[in-house]
């Protein structure tokens, strides 16, 4: 069993989250071992236990200092913050950091054979959903008295299956909406993962190890956004090219032997390097231009 001097971490055990976080938490050095099945998982080489749980759990954990940390997505959050305040339940985390991965939108949908005209057409109607508690937030909001139907799966089959007028669901593609005949209507939360900490203070040696992983964190986001390019340019349009390279405020520039006219370029760009970028540098006579992933950084 885990004791209290580590630091316990929630994960979704399995779905939309599971994979990058525990990629990420690998990224930045911590070494675990992940046996299907098991609920917890220890790390090898840190004071660290994952707790794999279903992501809906994840909030509360947090907020009932069973866990330190955890990642979860932005709606499931703030769904938990408002279902437990309403219950005048512990509702305060620390939000570490927004992370690049569970990108997502809640969205209401009604079948495409609904005539929709704006949010006054919900009145009065039956809306599915497994976020109650940010449906009733956006239906105050905007003044539309309709009913929020919960439930907790399959709620895109809802409408077909005469339980609701219409749905409110998560929306990344849209594939799911199309493919069940629905109509995307209004966007009324905008979700990605986030890193969180329960609110109460943690012995200084729990706090001091998670202040070593968020620069970490910061690291892997920034590499993951950041590419190193290469190329050799003709010295004479060094200031062209260099204004064609994202963030080369201050690149390498060194000499070729036996060139004089050229030199070779380095640079952290921030930003991948497009196609059209390439082939204008191309057309400005450089050659051999090399974009490459950064694996970690510390700036
Ligand atoms: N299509 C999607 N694209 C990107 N992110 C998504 C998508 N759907 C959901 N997410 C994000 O991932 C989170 C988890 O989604 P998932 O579908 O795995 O949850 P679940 O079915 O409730 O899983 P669990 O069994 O853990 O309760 C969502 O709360 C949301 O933040
Ligand atoms: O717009 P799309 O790209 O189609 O994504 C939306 C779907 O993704 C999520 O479900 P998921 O696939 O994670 O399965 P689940 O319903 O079992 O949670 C969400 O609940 C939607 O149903
Ligand atoms: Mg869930």
Request: proline share 4%; hydrophobic share 45%.
């Given at each position: 069993?885990?004791?209290?001097?580590?630091?316990?971490?929630?994960?979704?055990?399995?779905?939309?989250?599971?994979?990058?976080?525990?990629?990420?938490?690998?990224?930045?050095?911590?070494?675990?071992?992940?046996?299907?099945?098991?609920?917890?998982?220890?790390?090898?080489?840190?004071?660290?236990?994952?707790?794999?749980?279903?992501?809906?759990?994840?909030?509360?954990?947090?907020?009932?200092?069973?866990?330190?940390?955890?990642?979860?997505?932005?709606?499931?959050?703030?769904?938990?913050?408002?279902?437990?305040?309403?219950?005048?339940?512990?509702?305060?985390?620390?939000a570490l950091r927004r992370l690049?991965?569970?990108?997502?939108?809640?969205?209401?949908?009604?079948?495409?054979?609904?005539?929709?005209?704006?949010?006054?057409?919900?009145?009065?109607?039956?809306?599915?959903?497994?976020?109650?508690?940010?449906?009733?937030?956006?239906?105050?909001?905007?003044?539309?008295?309709?009913?929020?139907?919960?439930?907790?799966?399959?709620?895109?089959?809802?409408?077909?299956?005469?339980?609701?007028?219409?749905?409110?669901?998560?929306?990344?593609?849209?594939?799911?909406?199309?493919?069940?005949?629905?109509?995307?209507?209004?966007?009324?939360?905008?979700?990605?993962?986030v890193f969180?900490?329960?609110?109460?203070?943690?012995?200084?040696?729990?706090?001091?190890?998670?202040?070593?992983?968020l620069?970490?964190i910061d690291?892997?986001i920034?590499?993951?956004?950041?590419?190193?390019?290469?190329?050799?340019?003709?010295?004479?349009?060094?200031?062209?090219?260099?204004?064609?390279?994202?963030?080369?405020?201050?690149?390498?520039?060194?000499?070729?032997?036996?060139?004089?006219?050229?030199?070779?370029?380095?640079?952290?760009?921030?930003?991948?390097?497009?196609?059209?970028?390439?082939?204008?540098?191309?057309?400005?006579?450089?050659?051999?231009?090399?974009?490459?992933?950064?694996?970690?950084?510390?700036?």
């Amino acid at each position: 069993m885990s004791d209290n001097n580590r630091l316990r971490i929630a994960v979704q055990k399995s779905g939309r989250l599971s994979d990058d976080s525990i990629a990420l938490l690998k990224a930045i050095g911590i070494k675990l071992q992940i046996r299907d099945r098991l609920l917890i998982a220890h790390s090898t080489n840190q004071p660290i236990d994952l707790l794999l749980v279903r992501d809906d759990d994840i909030p509360g954990l947090v907020m009932d200092g069973v866990v330190d940390l955890g990642f979860i997505g932005e709606n499931e959050l703030e769904e938990k913050m408002l279902e437990r305040q309403a219950a005048n339940k512990a509702s305060g985390y620390k939000a570490l950091r927004r992370l690049d991965y569970g990108g997502c939108r809640l969205s209401i949908a009604v079948p495409n054979e609904f005539d929709y005209q704006g949010v006054q057409s919900l009145v009065g109607k039956k809306v599915a959903t497994t976020y109650p508690f940010l449906l009733e937030r956006f239906f105050k909001q905007n003044n539309v008295s309709a009913q929020a139907v919960m439930l907790t799966g399959s709620v895109e089959v809802a409408p077909r299956a005469g339980v609701a007028d219409a749905i409110c669901d998560l929306v990344s593609t849209g594939a799911t909406l199309e493919a069940n005949g629905l109509q995307e209507e209004e966007v009324i939360f905008r979700s990605k993962a986030v890193f969180i900490q329960r609110s109460e203070a943690l012995p200084a040696a729990k706090q001091a190890l998670i202040d070593t992983l968020l620069p970490r964190i910061d690291g892997v986001i920034q590499a993951k956004e950041s590419k190193y390019i290469m190329l050799h340019a003709p010295k004479a349009y060094l200031d062209q090219v260099k204004a064609l390279l994202p963030g080369s405020e201050t690149p390498t520039v060194l000499p070729l032997s036996g060139d004089e006219d050229t030199v070779a370029i380095h640079v952290v760009s921030p930003e991948n390097l497009f196609w059209e970028t390439m082939e204008k540098l191309k057309a400005l006579g450089c050659r051999s231009i090399l974009v490459m992933p950064i694996e970690k950084m510390m700036v």
